[in-house]
């Protein structure tokens, strides 16, 4: 069940995000609580460009036009690179039902949030599970969640492979060289590829 409460009215909001491990500092919630715009975010936090570099994208049959009858997936992976370096890697399955979602994802090639922003909607947030755990050295942070809006929905998986990026900030990426081989990649091809990618496909 989805465990995040976002509530406002006249006089106050509130973002509850009751079972968030305890040790997650103020700018990692703002980040796991992020609806489409975490590149905005990280790009704010850091103050340089992100960088989206494509890992892969299975794409099913374009046969027809995206519709609820006939909708187009594809499983994708990318990096979210600052300053030479990966800061996010994200692993989605991705749902289009309408020609206009289509032609935005596919054919002009928007990532993910940029797309649901040219769509000029606001999506559906539900954050699914958000955990903390130490691969080799590092200290990851992930999270699996959903964006819906009308003709494109997306489950993505996101992981943050070095906790210290967000207590160090500049220090962090200028340090060493990049090693995208060894960010993430050192555990299981089940996460590598998670089985609800490949279930989601339709070929």
């Excluded at 994802?105 to 947030?125: A, C, E, H, V, Y």
Aim: aromatic fraction near 8%; charged fraction near 20%; hydrophobic fraction near 40%.
């Amino acid at each position: 069940m989805p465990f995040v409460v976002d509530s406002y009215n006249t006089a106050s909001t509130s973002v509850q995000l009751p079972y968030m491990p305890s040790d997650t500092t103020g700018i990692e919630r703002i980040m796991l609580a992020a609806q489409g715009d975490l590149q905005r975010l990280l790009s704010t936090f850091f103050a340089r460009p992100i960088f989206v570099e494509p890992v892969y994208a299975d794409t099913s049959p374009r046969l027809h036009s995206a519709s609820p009858d006939y909708a187009i997936t594809q499983s994708r992976r990318v990096h979210l690179v600052c300053a030479g370096k990966v800061v996010c890697v994200a692993t989605s399955t991705v749902t289009l039902t309408s020609p206009v979602a289509e032609r935005l994802f596919l054919d002009d090639k928007f990532p993910i949030g940029q797309t649901i922003r040219k769509l000029g909607q606001s999506p559906r947030f539900s954050l699914l599970n958000v955990e903390t755990l130490t691969v080799g050295t590092k200290r990851e942070i992930r999270r699996t969640y959903t964006l819906e809006t009308e003709g494109f929905s997306a489950e993505i998986l996101e992981v943050f492979p070095d906790r210290d990026m967000f207590i160090r900030g500049e220090a962090w990426l200028l340090e060493g060289q990049p090693e995208r081989d060894s960010t993430c990649a050192s555990v299981t091809e089940s996460y590598l590829r998670p089985e609800w990618l490949s279930l989601s496909v339709v070929h």
